[in-house]
């Protein structure tokens, strides 16, 4: 009977989990890595790239985004939409074909691979004949032509990928339509370009790489014109109104066609060399556009300057007078333009350009072709990032303050909307304002709205401007001379190159109801900013903190502190530092905490942690957590990795260091003998045993025991049961925790009487293990609301009638003890049972799905094998558990970042946060519907051409049929 | 008996003592026979043997005829044997400066067993469940395993194939390392189907003087199959290291040895206690649990691996040190800028400050992990927790910085 009623409490546990948790990876934010292919379709306005990994995602309007996986782990080097329809097709680097189509399923489109195609050639025939390079959608929509390196054209039905071998163009029958005096018969070689007549579906040109293109006729099956361009041949464009063809080649010529007439025309109309005289290199891709009035537009690739702008990735645009180059910081992969009107051929508004790194819109409309601000595939990594911090649910005021001071640094982007509209976005509004920062290399904090599909930019901050680096400002290439040929404009934002490795961001704490914000960096640098709506000029006062204490016998060997600009800065509306700590030694703050209310900061490095009280700006507390005979925290930029490499590297570091000091001060050669016996004991090593771990207890020995891993403000019952106080608590490396009593002086004499911090407790875990996370739970088994979120009325205030319970999360275990006398009450073990470590933990508020009301506290756990687990609190629990990254991604892992709703980001690789939920009420994921356009209503039928070519399209059609 | 032990030494640890002035040459003895102490002193040079030694303890204590053994207090709190003149120079070499000897009465039907275990193991329901059992079974005792300090066991003798080998590794808290380690390989494993090769965990490497080593227990090359009871199939090299780092302070690991001559051979349900035994300067043996080990009572059989050993010797093993600071902290304790902070150092110089502080070691802690960090911890404390002596440790040092409960 009893057990009987315990199964029954344990499947309503289950299903109270179920209503609770569930696993999603949802959407990818940020700028795909290695992108390969880029396509346009006007009739959906919608936008695909493919990468070499073999994804291919589409973007339409913000928040219409679908995204695909080929089995194959082959890179995308094609994508064609069939025209006026919801399908595309891929060709792989493998030479296959696959076919996708959007498919409206409960009112969401889904992308959906529908089929796979590979060419087989005639048997015994090599595989160039085969190879494809060359595709071509044709506007029938149902023909697909293949060019290939052999110089065949081969024609396949689509969608159900049929060899129509009767109409395939041979190499054969191209040859022997030509003139007779054409380059002694030499090899047309492959395949390069295949273009349809734009007024006549009839005529398809194919261009081969040695330069010569054909007009073929498809009904006659015959050439009608040969173009005996001499160059290699890099791109064809068919004028609009047919009649002209424009060839670009590999000598960074372009060729202009007369189409009309038969037989073959000897001579170009055209020809240029755009950035002549001297050997230009390649132009690979020519479009030209007319408008209404005027000139045409003409958009070249490449075709700089080889040996002065050889390297320099750019895209030409010139109309009428103006002629730029518009110079990128990355390898241009394509690009395409966006027209005006209805049908979408009117006067180009837009051009497009993906580069390796990053989207580029360029409003062709406005003076000056401003750049568009991209909604999605933002280029995160614009500078690497280095940190990540999330903040849910932001007060309105502070969201609107991040916005307007966005908005001032935003001036040089065009005001026009987003051009690329295809589909809707069925996702219903973000419940909440989310902002997600990212801090980096360079020393920015960029603020992004994180709460629905689009991770959009909002507003960039800079902390270098606090020190003194070696690089000006005004150092860019950005300003062009005048007179300069090629005229480059830069455009883009992608800039991995760093003044200084020193401003790097580690560390980010916002608190969202102060508008205070406290970033901490590689440098040992902590900055307190708070939100500004006006600029301000102010010089920036430096507190250091002796971290070492007075321990002799240690030499930092890293790098020095960031210099500190001496005289007022002016620093733009938004968050203006006031403050800074500088930790001696400048080691890497490696946990940082802002308490806005008590209006203080704490951080922790290598060799300590302090506590700063930012309202009067000095130290309250310096502590240091060094082990005495840990050389290897003093060495420098922090690898918690130690590789065989580095080992090796530190050796002779240490024998190059003795020998000097040997030289200096005649000491003993035994620390000599002794490095060189370390030295060859670790290469003998090395060479016995290639991956072996060795098996041994913690000591309090090793090495970075005493980095501060963690650290935690509580106001909680540190000394007796019967008075909350404020406190502070540390956790290290080594499986110390450490609690200082608070002492805040009354808020009317908070400027002048000190604040004053009392060694509490000291707990020293049994194994040793890094202590990762800090928390105390209240009398209900709540973790404590965060500071200022009682006082906003946001959060029930924390019970201080039962009694508190300090949770301790090291990388192996979960425990939990009473407070104010610490014991142990329960644990969770992690490692000792699966050996699983703790890699990055959050308290997350778990909502049911089911009923409005109920919800639970919870930790969520990412762990070393890339599993993600849920904890629940304060019963210690594991409640689910889901493998979400790769064990092998270890930066993947190191970049997860959870909200405080069960959702969570992960980098997927330096330009790409992929965002999971693990709640299953909080799911933030892109519902969009993509119509055939042919079916919607509003549009008007894209095919608004004259009636001959859509007779001869009939005439094609009965053709195939016959 | 092991109980007995525990209250015995629960009274010397509060007994305070005052300091010596002259700790050169002569080593202060305080010798326990039942409830009697005696005091005197021993010149270092010129004691003479363990012989001499032994009488002039029955002569101090009056117990002339009366068969004892001899135990003393180790630095790490280990009681240990005196029964040579190697361990008897070993115990005045470790006097720091007192040394405590613990005097027994040689019993026929209960072996003493010294080492750490026996002093701090087993509050929780398996207390009385060991001498109950070993009551039972009597005389079985083939050599003589409390003369040494156990650093091993082979375990689960009776549930385990025979190929396979249960391997207990005590660490103490000497510093001696565990001092192995393990690689990937190719494990070998019959099926039906055939011979299949599956990815394994390995011993690679066995550190010389480390604690693997001078068991002689596991060998290079054998075949990690479980640790603590789990199973490490399909388990990483870098989770079977975190799995047995985890459990360090207690670690049992399952291995197949690549040498399987030296195997125990179960003879009906006999045992028989095999392997080979080597013996360090400290001393050390390969005892066999007589009595069913706690660990064979959690894995209740061989193919259990998803249970947990029993070995959670870590339960609250933490130290925890709360300072009861308020009415006595000093108000310069905090200053601004580079204040010097340093009234509380865990782990550093000598300064001293009467702080009254509690240090509260957990009793069913394996102490002898925490030893280490104690042993540099030299804040002021006093005993603040009385009620806890029961499971009081050893490592006095007695000059009045610290006490261990």
């Known amino acids: 009977m009893k057990r009987f009623r315990r199964h029954g409490q344990e499947s309503h546990r289950d299903r109270i989990k179920q209503e609770l948790y569930g696993f999603n990876k949802t959407v990818e934010h940020g700028f795909p890595h290695q992108p390969s292919a880029l396509v346009f379709s006007p009739s959906l306005q919608l936008l695909a790239i493919g990468t070499r990994s073999g994804a291919i995602k589409l973007y339409g309007a913000p928040g219409v985004e679908f995204m695909g996986l080929h089995d194959e782990n082959a890179a995308v080097t094609q994508v064609h939409f069939l025209p006026q329809q919801v399908d595309l097709v891929t060709l792989l680097d493998d030479n296959s074909l696959h076919m996708w189509t959007l498919r409206a399923h409960h009112g969401v489109s889904e992308l959906l691979e529908t089929g796979r195609f590979t060419l087989t050639g005639p048997p015994g025939a090599p595989p160039s004949v085969t190879r494809v390079t060359a595709v071509l959608t044709h506007s029938s929509g149902d023909m697909l032509f293949l060019g290939t390196e052999g110089g065949h054209v081969f024609v396949v039905e689509v969608p159900g990928f049929r060899e129509l071998e009767e109409r395939n163009i041979s190499l054969e029958n191209v040859t022997n339509s030509l003139p007779e005096d054409y380059g002694g018969r030499r090899s047309l070689e492959h395949v390069e370009s295949l273009q349809e007549n734009p007024v006549n579906p009839r005529q398809v040109l194919i261009g081969y790489g040695r330069g010569i293109m054909v007009i073929w006729d498809l009904e006659r099956h015959s050439a009608v014109k040969h173009i005996p361009a001499t160059q290699q041949l890099e791109s064809v464009w068919w004028t609009e109104d047919g009649g002209h063809v424009l060839s670009s080649h590999s000598d960074g010529s372009y060729c202009r066609w007369m189409v009309a007439g038969e037989g073959t025309q000897s001579e170009p109309e055209k020809s240029e060399v755009p950035y002549g005289h001297f050997p230009c290199k390649a132009i690979s891709k020519i479009i030209q556009l007319p408008t209404e009035q005027g000139p045409p537009f003409l958009f070249l690739s490449g075709g700089m300057p080889r040996a002065s702008y050889g390297d320099r990735h750019c895209i030409s645009v010139i109309h009428s007078k103006t002629h730029v180059a518009l110079d990128f910081t990355s390898r241009i992969i394509d690009f395409f333009v966006i027209r005006d009107g209805p049908d979408h051929t009117g006067d180009p508004s837009a051009l497009v350009v993906l580069v390796e790194e990053e989207l580029v819109v360029i409003d062709l409309q406005t003076e000056g072709w401003p750049v568009i601000q991209t909604p999605y595939l933002v280029p995160l990594h614009c500078s690497a990032i280095t940190c990540s911090h999330h903040v849910s649910a932001i007060p309105l005021k502070m969201w609107e303050r991040v916005l307007s001071a966005g908005a001032l640094q935003n001036t040089h982007y065009s005001k026009k909307p987003w051009p690329i509209t295809g589909g809707q976005n069925l996702s219903p509004d973000a419940p909440q304002r989310d902002l997600l920062l990212t801090g980096h290399e360079d020393g920015t904090v960029r603020f992004w709205d994180a709460s629905g599909v689009c991770l959009y930019p909002m507003y960039k901050l800079s902390t270098a401007g606090v020190f003194l680096t070696d690089a000006e400002p005004n150092d860019n290439m950005n300003q062009c001379t005048e007179g300069e040929w090629p005229p480059f404009r830069k455009v883009g934002c992608f800039d991995p190159y760093s003044d200084d490795p020193r401003l790097g961001v580690q560390k980010i704490h916002l608190c969202k109801y102060s508008g205070y914000l406290t970033v901490a960096g590689t440098a040992g640098q902590i900055l307190v900013l708070e939100l500004n709506d006006e600029a301000a000029e102010q010089t920036v006062e430096a507190t250091v903190a002796d971290l070492l204490q007075g321990q002799e016998g240690f030499r930092w060997k890293g790098h020095t502190r960031l210099e500190v600009r001496e005289e007022p800065v002016t620093f733009p509306p938004g968050f203006q530092p006031f403050a800074l700590v500088q930790c001696q030694p400048p080691a890497v703050v490696t946990a940082l905490t802002l308490h806005s209310e008590w209006k203080l900061v704490t951080f922790g490095t290598s060799h300590g942690f302090g506590l700063y009280d930012y309202q009067q700006k000095s130290n309250v507390l310096v502590r240091c957590t060094l082990n005495p005979s840990d050389q290897l925290a003093m060495e420098g930029p922090l690898s918690r990795v130690k590789s065989i490499k580095k080992s090796l590297r530190q050796s002779f570091r240490r024998i190059r260091r003795s020998r000097v000091s040997l030289r200096k001060h005649h000491v003993n050669s035994a620390l000599l003998s002794l490095a060189n016996a370390r030295l060859e004991a670790e290469l003998a090593e090395m060479e016995l045993a290639p991956v072996q771990r060795k098996i041994e207890a913690r000591s309090s020995d090793d090495s970075f025991t005493g980095l501060v891993r963690t650290l935690y403000f509580a106001d909680t019952f540190l000394s007796d049961s019967s008075h909350h106080t404020p406190s502070l608590w540390a956790g290290t490396n080594g499986g110390s925790v450490f609690a200082y009593q608070l002492r805040l002086p009354p808020v009317e004499r908070r400027s002048e009487d000190p604040v004053s911090a009392h060694p509490a407790k000291e707990i020293q875990l049994m194994h040793r293990a890094p202590v990762v996370g800090i928390v105390v739970l209240d009398g209900h088994g709540s973790p404590l609301p965060e500071p200022l979120e009682v006082a906003h009325d946001l959060a029930r205030s924390a019970d201080m009638q039962g009694c508190h319970q300090l949770l301790v999360i090291s990388e192996e275990q979960f425990k939990v003890f009473t407070l104010p006398k610490v014991s142990a009450k329960m644990k969770l073990k992690l490692t000792a049972i699966d050996g699983s470590r703790v890699r990055r933990v959050g308290v997350a508020w778990f909502g049911s799905s089911r009923s409005e009301d109920y919800g639970e506290s919870g930790l969520t756990v990412l762990t070393n094998q890339g599993d993600l687990h849920v904890v629940s609190l304060p019963g210690v629990k594991l409640q689910v558990q889901y493998p979400c990254i790769r064990r092998e991604d270890v930066s993947g892992i190191a970049s997860c970042v959870f909200t405080k709703h069960g959702q969570g980001f992960y980098l997927i690789s330096p330009s790409e946060f992929e965002r999971f939920s693990l709640s299953a009420r909080c799911v933030v994921e892109p519902r969009s519907l993509v119509e055939v356009p042919s079916q919607t209503p509003g549009t008007t039928l894209p095919r608004a051409q004259p009636d001959g070519p859509r007779v001869m399209e009939h005439a094609l059609l009965n053709d195939e049929s016959e | ?405």
């Open chain 2, 1 to 405: 008996m092991v109980q007995s032990t525990g209250v015995q030494r629960a009274k010397m640890s509060r007994h305070q003592r005052t300091p010596l002035k002259n700790t050169n040459n002569v080593v202060e003895v305080k010798s326990k026979f039942e409830a009697e102490y005696r005091r005197f002193a021993l010149k270092k040079s010129g004691t003479g043997g363990f012989q001499e030694f032994y009488r002039l303890l029955q002569t101090v204590h009056r117990i002339p005829s009366v068969e004892v053994l001899l135990g003393y207090a180790d630095i790490y709190g280990d009681l240990l044997p005196i029964n040579n003149d190697d361990n008897f120079y070993k115990a005045l070499s470790s006097a720091n400066p007192l040394l405590r000897i613990i005097i027994q009465k040689r019993d026929v039907d209960e072996p003493v067993v010294f080492a750490t275990n026996s002093l701090q193991r087993r509050k929780k329901g398996l207390a009385g469940l060991r001498p109950a059992q070993q009551k039972t079974k009597p005389g079985l005792m083939i050599g003589h395993p409390q003369d040494f300090r156990q650093i091993s066991s082979i375990i689960d003798v009776d549930i385990l194939p025979e190929t396979h080998r249960r391997v207990r590794l005590h660490k103490h808290g000497t510093h001696k390392p565990l001092g192995f380690y393990i690689r990937d390989g190719v494990s070998v494993r019959v099926t039906p189907q055939g011979v299949e090769k599956v990815p394994g965990v390995f011993i690679s490497r066995l550190v010389r003087g480390g604690l693997a080593e001078s068991t002689g227990l596991l060998g290079v090359n054998d075949e990690i199959l479980e640790v603590n009871g789990i199973d490490v199939d399909s388990k990483s090299l870098d989770q079977v290291t975190d799995m047995m780092v985890a459990n360090s302070h207690n670690l049992i690991v399952t291995v197949k040895p690549a040498n399987q001559r030296n195997n125990v051979v179960l003879r009906g349900s006999k045992v028989s206690v095999g392997g080979n035994s080597s013996s360090g300067s400290i001393g050390s043996t390969i005892s066999h649990d007589l009595a069913p080990s706690p660990a064979s009572q959690s894995v209740s059989h061989y193919s259990n691996s998803n249970s947990v050993a029993e070995g959670d010797s870590d339960e609250d093993g933490d130290i925890i040190i709360e300072s009861d600071i308020l009415p006595y902290l000093p108000d310069h304790c905090v200053s601004n800028g580079n204040g010097s902070h340093r009234e509380f150092p865990l782990s550093s110089s000598l300064g001293q400050r009467p702080l009254p502080q509690s240090i509260f070691l957990p009793s069913s802690g394996s102490l002898s992990d925490s030893k280490a960090s104690l042993n540099s911890l030299t804040t002021p404390t006093h005993n603040g927790s009385p009620t806890k002596t029961s499971s009081s440790q050893e490592s006095m040092r007695e000059d009045g910085n610290i006490i261990t409960m």
